[in-house]
């Protein structure tokens, strides 16, 4: 299963992508995290249903310091997780 979300609020600045990447990591979840320009942070997931649905649990409970308006999901094909490897947070230095 491969998903998609879109995490809107206050998620940058606050180790939000840090927060999602243990959090995957945790899951043994592949596929990577990162910051959109309009200042949401954007996820892209695959793995079982199970443990993509504790993902999205995390990404609205959020990290520490965080604030989250709204989780944007949607499945996309199984063929857009090929070639994904262990998560990632796009975009760090």
């Known amino acids: 299963m491969v998903c998609h979300y879109l995490v809107k609020g206050r998620v940058q600045g606050v180790g939000f992508r840090w927060f999602v990447h243990r959090e995957a990591a945790a899951l043994e979840l592949n596929g990577w995290v990162r910051n959109t320009e309009d200042g949401h942070v954007e996820v892209l997931a695959t793995g079982d249903a199970e443990s993509l649905e504790e993902l999205k649990q995390a990404l609205?409970?959020?990290?520490?310091?965080?604030?989250v308006d709204a989780v944007l999901f949607h499945e996309l094909d199984e063929k857009e997780g090929e070639g994904l490897g262990p998560f990632?947070?796009?975009g760090a230095w």
């Open 60 to 67: 609205r409970r959020g990290s520490r310091g965080s604030r």
């Open 88 to 90: 990632q947070i796009e």
